[in-house]
């Protein structure tokens, strides 16, 4: 099997895209510093020294490293344990049976409805391509909070993505929305 890598504006996040179907649940992000992950593949690309994030989504993987490392010493033991884990007859990372962390149920008010139909439908595709994604939060007196996941958490680009795009976006086919912020 051949992994591919593509880079992100994030330069310390990288994109791997392994051929295969990764996620069946939607975006799923892990941590370093969190216990009981249920997902072994998240847990031996978390262990690799440096590792700081692993981010799943349909067809691909983001890791985050430490700033201070460098892709090279990283990558290939990434790759290695990506190939491990489809050889050995998984076709999948996440399976739809993974009882996700985070509940997708909000509130049923329209505002609602129409601020995730946006992110959903034009927002979360451009930022996948990316390697990262966004995931509503709340909306609250005007003000649409967002959570920035995969290469977007940390970019430095993100900020202005955020301000300049989805604001803007938001604003324009909800005229609720009067801000965008992350959290």
Known sequence: MFVETESTPNPDTLKFLPGKKVSEVGPVEFFKNKKNIKVLLAR?????????MV??????????????????????????EINEHYSKGNNIVISKDFDKLESESFESNETIKKINEILNSKIRPAVAKDGGDIAFKSFKNGVVTVELKGSCSGCPSSIMTLKQGVQNLLCHYVPEVKSVEAN
């Open 44 to 52: 031996k690309i978390l262990s690799l020294q440096g590792v700081a």
């Open 55 to 80: 981010f799943f989504g349909e067809n691909f993987i983001t890791v985050k490293k430490e700033r201070d490392l460098e892709w090279e010493n990283l990558k290939h033991s990434i790759i290695s």
